[in-house]
């Protein structure tokens, strides 16, 4: 009776193991579907944003290399024209006018990127902050010149002009360099251009010459401040 009564009960217990395998192969098959559904998801997502991206950083380098292309010949051009003004002594072939007065003989440039097409935000943003630093150096240095013209005699207004400008045009070479080499350009458009070396020598030579005019107001300052030397007289009797 008891041997009847274990059989029954383990053929219960198979039955049952038997009906439930496969709905635990079901629900190991339903996982197995969704994790590769997922995944799947994943991994299309993942391709989709990454060649998004690639799409935004080509995008950018283009358009950083058409600024550079663009503005890099702006500023060479500039950078001509602020050497034509260093060079400008106020003198026409070192001949003053009929009335003995020097005057411009090179007119100021002007450099403005408003009307310019391109895609500013392709610059890093300190390299667009020096780019941007060029005409406002340019807006400061005329403002300043048009107040010393009525405080400066002509030979110092003249030094100070070519003084401001081949420090300017050096500034916009240093910019336009580091623009083109940013996006892998040769560092100038013409390397057999000699503007820059000649606004480095007219810079040196400019503070030589400021410097001894300097030295040379300190001794006449100097000799002017000096009281003169009294000679007593003498008493009447």
């Not at 053929?11 to 799947?40: C, D, E, I, M």
């Not at 935004?56 to 950078?79: H, M, P």
């Not at 480095?200 to 030295?215: G, H, P, Q, T, V």
């Amino acid at each position: 009776m008891v041997q009847v009564t274990l059989l029954t009960a383990a053929s219960t217990a198979a039955q049952v193991a038997s009906s439930s395998a496969p709905l635990w192969g079901s629900l190991l098959q339903l996982a197995g579907t969704l994790a590769g559904s997922l995944g799947g998801v994943w991994i299309g997502a993942h391709l989709v944003a990454r060649r998004e991206q690639l799409a935004r950083e080509q995008k950018r380098s283009a358009d950083a290399l058409y600024l550079a292309v663009t503005i890099s010949g702006i500023l060479e051009s500039f950078i001509a024209e602020c050497a034509d003004v260093a060079g400008d002594d106020g003198t026409c072939r070192g001949q003053k006018g009929p009335d003995g007065e020097l005057t411009i003989q090179v007119a100021t440039p002007s450099l403005d990127y408003a009307n310019i097409e391109v895609v500013w935000m392709a610059l890093p943003g300190a390299l667009l902050d020096q780019v941007h630093s060029v005409p406002r150096k340019l807006e400061n240095i005329q403002r300043y010149l048009d107040f010393m013209a009525d405080n400066l005699d002509e030979d110092r207004y003249f030094a100070d002009r070519q003084r401001k400008y081949a420090e300017l045009g050096l500034h916009a070479a240093a910019i336009s360099v580091g623009l083109r080499m940013q996006v892998g350009l040769d560092p100038t458009i013409d390397s057999e251009s000699n503007t820059v070396a000649w606004l480095k020598e007219k810079l040196s030579e400019r503070i030589r010459l400021d410097k001894a005019f300097e030295d040379q107001q300190g001794v006449w300052v100097a000799a002017s401040s000096t009281p003169a030397s009294t000679v007593p007289t003498e008493q009447q009797g």
